[in-house]
């Protein structure tokens, strides 16, 4: 089994709102990635995780906050959103590190009003 | 930073003619990705090239890897619709993120 889900499909939230992008994968990857990406650029690393553990944290804003319930589980909770995050929002898994090609999820095509 | 640059940013082909998309790395890269993103679609995994001067194939599709591991190239041949999308090199930076090019988008009219 090579794929990767994510929930919901779309989203939209208004500036106020708590809601949470939901990942999922069953291949027995320790490395699981958060991308986002706007329309005719490349995905933007926003959050690894390696063995449950956070190792890369790019310098987003608190108003994105990640949690990995465990090897299989990973969760993005959204608060206080602008506009411009409106995005593509990406889960990916590798069987560790960089080096190792990514498998993404569909994403959630988010949109904060 | 480290930066992957692809050039052409967008091209149109007829269908039947070849397509090359260039990537190249501002620095050494231990492998180089490449991906596949169809319109509406997620980033696919294509193959990986790691040795220097390595050359795949996929079917009408050939990946080269650069002499100096500093950059790649995608050549299609005889593009048919179904290549229409967008294509990302990718390569590991120094820390453990995989750096994406900035992407070929391929438009083929029939």
């Known amino acids: ?113 | 930073g480290q930066q992957v640059m692809q050039i052409p940013q967008y091209q149109h082909v007829q269908e039947g003619e070849d397509f090359t998309t260039y990537c190249n790395s501002s620095t050494t890269l231990s492998n180089i990705q490449w991906y596949k993103q169809r319109p509406g679609g997620h980033p696919v995994f294509l193959i990986q090239l790691v040795k220097s001067g390595e050359v795949k194939k996929q079917k009408r599709l050939t990946f080269q890897f650069g002499e100096a591991k500093k950059n790649s190239s995608l050549h299609i041949t005889a593009t048919q619709t179904t290549d229409v999308g967008t294509y990302f090199c990718a390569g590991p930076g120094n820390t453990d993120k995989l750096i994406f090019g900035t992407g070929t988008r391929l438009q083929v009219f029939p």
């Open chain 1, 1 to 113: 089994d090579t794929e990767v889900t994510q929930t919901p499909k779309h989203l939209v939230m208004g500036m106020t709102n708590k809601k949470s992008l939901k990942c999922e994968q069953h291949m027995g990857h320790r490395a699981m990635y958060w991308y986002k990406q706007k329309a005719k650029k490349p995905p933007e690393l926003m959050f690894v995780y390696s063995y449950e553990k956070l190792s890369i944290n790019e310098s987003v804003p608190s108003r994105f906050s990640p949690e990995c319930p465990n090897s299989s589980l990973l969760n993005l909770h959204l608060h206080a959103l602008q506009p411009e995050d409106s995005a593509l929002y990406l889960c990916a898994s590798s069987q560790e590190g960089s080096s190792y090609e990514q498998y993404f999820g569909p994403g959630t095509r988010l949109t904060v009003t």
